[in-house]
């Protein structure tokens, strides 16, 4: 938890709190955690926090229906918040967010730079992939039993379909 002065796009300053962890989250059966950070504005219960998708440094935001390139988070639960702010909390964005992101991660493990890793011999090789065999990008983010910021999990599930 930190506190921090931000500017607005209208020059508008104002300390907020910032709350960070992670969001578990099940996709396709595998748990992962999905690393974020909440702004919390002063006026909080009245405003809505600010939810951002904070990729680590082998992680990269994908954009998406309620995601975009910044890793900032959308959904009409948090736009329709000042409609009754007695029914919306911290808790159940948290709760809708985990709800979305399981359904469409909002991260990626980056690509590899380095060549491709040679195939097994035949006579070791399954009709399976291996994890981290290819050079391509695969979701997802850190696995629930390795800790909130360390590692990936070792047997990353495929990409989501690609969205338009």
């Known amino acids: 938890m930190i506190g921090r002065m931000i500017a607005y796009d209208n020059g508008h300053t104002q300390l907020l709190l910032c709350l ?9 059966s595998s748990p992962y955690n ?52 007695n029914t919306h909390n911290i808790v159940e964005l948290i709760s809708i967010l985990q709800h979305v992101f399981g ?33 391509g990008s695969s979701p997802i983010v850190p696995s629930r039993s390795t800790g909130p910021y360390s590692g990936t999990s070792t047997t990353p599930p495929p990409p989501p379909p690609s969205l338009p």
Request: charged share 15%.
């Open 34 to 85: 999905i690393p974020v950070a909440f702004w919390v504005p002063s006026e909080y219960p009245h405003f809505p926090p600010i939810p951002y998708v904070k990729p680590t440094s082998n992680m990269l935001v994908r954009p998406g229906k309620y995601v975009d390139v910044s890793g900032l988070c959308y959904h009409p639960y948090r736009a329709s918040w000042k409609d009754d702010v």
């Open 20 to 28: 960070y962890g992670t969001i578990p989250i099940t996709y396709r």
């Open 103 to 135: 359904q469409e991660p909002p991260v990626y493990t980056k690509p590899t730079s380095g060549p491709p890793i040679p195939p097994l011999p035949s006579s070791a090789a399954s009709t399976s992939s291996l994890p981290g065999s290819d050079s």
